[in-house]
């Protein structure tokens, strides 16, 4: 399944979870099944991240298009750089 696939079937679960401080909180509390950052993540926020995410062992995934693009995707009026997906039994 490829990456736009995965989210839009995570919003349609109603699994998504959005923002950088809610998805770093998400990650060190555990429960997220993968971690998506868009291509203009500002690279402190992607490394940590990527740092949280390796020691939680949760794979992150890089999303080809801008904050921009993913915000469209997840039909919200506003960019996203960083998005979760819960576990379905989180």
Do not use: Q, W, Y
């Amino acid at each position: 399944m490829d990456t736009a696939a995965k989210i839009k079937k995570a919003e349609v679960d109603g699994l998504l979870v959005i923002g950088a401080k809610s998805v770093v909180s998400r990650i060190r509390l555990g429960g997220l099944d993968s971690v998506i950052v868009s291509s203009n993540c500002p690279a402190s926020l992607k490394d940590d991240i990527l740092h949280s995410s390796k020691l939680s062992e949760i794979p992150v995934i890089d999303f080809e298009d801008d904050s921009s693009g993913l915000g469209e995707l997840c039909k919200k009026p506003f960019t996203i750089a960083v998005l979760g997906i819960l576990k379905k039994d989180a």
